[in-house]
């Protein structure tokens, strides 16, 4: 499996960003797939995920109401929509993948995820 981030880039608090990572290779067979942001310095975080049947997603405290997860199957995409970016939502995205459907305690932990893309810088500044 493959994925391939992108979207990523400079903008003004306040603003929006959309990010896409595209996944190539083995086909999924109800798949999760999630959002991961790590700054310099800092251990990888939980940002977003979902299971790739839409019956199932999860946001980190920091983004929920301001980031929304989602999929286009035909495309094999999984998106993020960043709006109300805040100066600390500075970090490289990654895109991760497994073929388990995680549970929801389980959604937010890095060990749980199999795939990894190599990530989309996304800086927040004025």
């Known amino acids: 499996v493959q994925l391939v981030e992108s979207g990523g880039g400079l903008v003004q608090p306040g603003g929006s960003l959309r990010l896409s990572c595209a996944a190539s290779?083995?086909?999924?067979?109800?798949?999760?797939m999630g959002w991961f942001r790590q700054a310099p310095g800092k251990e990888r975080e939980f940002v977003a995920a979902?299971?790739?049947?839409?019956?199932?997603?999860k946001y980190a405290a920091s983004v929920r109401g301001r980031f929304t997860i989602s999929r286009d199957r035909v495309k094999n995409t999984l998106y993020l929509q960043m709006d109300s970016l805040k100066p600390e939502d500075t970090a490289s995205y990654h895109c991760?993948?497994?073929?388990?459907?995680?549970?929801?305690?389980?959604?937010?932990?890095?060990?749980?995820?199999?795939?990894w893309g190599q990530g989309t810088q996304v800086t927040v500044s004025s």
């Open positions: 290779g083995n086909t999924f067979n109800r798949p999760t």
């Open positions: 991760a993948a497994t073929n388990r459907g995680l549970i929801s305690s389980t959604m937010s932990l890095v060990a749980e995820y199999d795939y």
């Open positions: 979902m299971r790739w049947g839409g019956d199932n997603t």
